[in-house]
């Protein structure tokens, strides 16, 4: 337990001074960074290749943080929240809080309420949502294990997460959740 520890507190003081990091998700092998900090995030979607208006999605410890990135909660996210079996990201009007470049073109964020236990702990220590987009170069294949990840990413990150470097263990990307236009969730990629 002490190596998961130290594993978390080495990701958190690195995201506390505005620094990106590769480090295993609920999903995928991503990079992150804090949503909060739009030079962050610019340097983050440097490194990966990323055209602007592609946001990433920001993982959040649970539905008050979730709140402080959302203009408006709908009525039905919290049972939605209670009734998933899986990580899936919701499509949510942005607030003014979150980092310009996680916006998507038509003012909304990808947030997703993270389960797993070490990028709640980050993100509970953090405070703020934390980026979560794969660890690839755009176009390339999304890495399911740390050894896919390629080295230019490993060289270009600011730290890199040992936990789980070893685990073989292969999950799908998060479904991903839209508000539509009479309120209810819409699914866009399950």
Same mark, same amino acid.
């Given at each position: 337990? /002490?190596?998961?520890?130290?594993?978390?507190?080495?990701? @958190?003081?690195?995201?506390?001074?505005?620094?990106?990091?590769?480090?295993?998700?609920?999903?995928? $092998?991503?990079?992150?960074?804090?949503? *909060?900090?739009?030079?962050?995030? %610019?340097?983050?979607?440097?490194?990966?290749?990323?055209? %602007?208006?592609?946001?990433?999605?920001?993982?959040?410890?649970?539905?008050?943080?979730?709140?402080?990135?959302? =203009?408006?909660?709908?009525? *039905?996210? %919290?049972?939605?929240?209670?009734?998933?079996?899986?990580?899936?990201?919701?499509?949510?009007?942005?607030?003014?809080?979150?980092?310009?470049? &996680? @916006?998507?073109?038509?003012?909304?964020?990808?947030?997703?309420? @993270?389960?797993?236990?070490?990028?709640?702990?980050?993100?509970?220590?953090?405070?703020?949502?934390?980026?979560?987009?794969? =660890? /690839?170069?755009?176009?390339?294949?999304?890495?399911?294990?740390?050894? %896919?990840?390629?080295?230019?990413?490993?060289?270009?990150?600011?730290?890199?997460?040992? $936990?789980?470097?070893?685990?073989?263990?292969?999950?799908?990307?998060?479904?991903?959740?839209?508000?539509?236009? /009479?309120?209810? &969730? *819409?699914?866009?990629?399950?």
């Amino acid at each position: 337990m /002490n190596f998961f520890r130290q594993e978390v507190d080495a990701a @958190v003081d690195i995201l506390l001074t505005q620094q990106v990091i590769l480090y295993p998700t609920d999903t995928v $092998w991503g990079l992150g960074c804090d949503a *909060e900090v739009p030079r962050a995030v %610019e340097k983050l979607y440097q490194l990966k290749g990323r055209p %602007e208006g592609t946001p990433s999605i920001v993982l959040v410890a649970d539905l008050a943080m979730l709140r402080r990135y959302v =203009a408006q909660v709908p009525d *039905e996210l %919290e049972a939605a929240l209670a009734a998933q079996t899986r990580p899936t990201t919701y499509l949510l009007p942005a607030s003014r809080i979150v980092a310009p470049g &996680l @916006v998507g073109p038509d003012g909304t964020v990808g947030l997703r309420v @993270v389960q797993d236990e070490f990028c709640h702990k980050v993100v509970r220590r953090l405070g703020h949502g934390l980026v979560s987009t794969s =660890a /690839n170069k755009t176009g390339q294949p999304t890495p399911a294990v740390y050894a %896919e990840v390629d080295p230019a990413i490993v060289r270009g990150v600011d730290h890199v997460v040992s $936990w789980r470097q070893d685990d073989q263990t292969r999950t799908a990307p998060s479904r991903i959740v839209r508000l539509g236009a /009479n309120g209810a &969730l *819409e699914v866009v990629r399950d």
